[in-house]
């Protein structure tokens, strides 16, 4: 059977989520990413998966290779703070898994004060660590100023 070339095009660009599968697959975390996050920002089409950026946020937010995350975590962040930010707050915790200091984080989501916000809740409320005072007053401020402009 013989498909005319606009077809097998048009069926080509919609596997680009199944081609990230399979680099994940083969150990080729970053490669995945890297072409998911084209079809996010709409330079790769592909409608297999509506929910692709909560999908890499989770991706992300599982992985152990924290070199990777670091590396992606302002572009999910900058899509969307609010969701990007589970990145840090939903990290599983295991015992064979070094946790992420949390201090590094704050320092982090510096530049993205909505997300740090959250984060700075998620420490106090689900993990019930104490923050100190400063910080949080530093960030209100900056939220404050940030809303008058």
Not at 14 to 24: D, I, V
Not at 57 to 72: A, H, I, R
Not at 82 to 102: A, C, D, L, Q, Y
Request: net charge neutral.
């Amino acid at each position: 059977m013989y498909l005319k070339p606009d077809v097998t095009r048009s069926l080509i660009s919609f596997r680009y989520f199944a081609l990230g599968l399979l680099y994940h697959f083969n150990g080729q975390d970053a490669a995945a990413l890297q072409l998911w996050i084209r079809i996010v920002d709409g330079e790769l089409q592909d409608c297999t998966r509506s929910d692709l950026y909560e999908y890499i946020v989770d991706f992300l937010c599982c992985s152990s290779n924290m070199k990777m995350v670091w590396k992606y975590a302002d572009w999910a962040l900058r899509k969307d703070p609010t969701t990007g930010v589970h990145i840090f707050t939903k990290r599983p915790v295991s015992k064979g898994r070094s946790e992420v200091n949390p201090d590094e984080v704050i320092t982090y989501l510096g530049k993205h004060s909505q997300a740090l916000l959250l984060y700075l809740e998620h420490l106090v409320l689900e993990r019930k660590i104490q923050v100190k005072k400063e910080l949080i007053n530093c960030n209100q401020e900056m939220l404050e100023n940030q809303s008058v402009t």
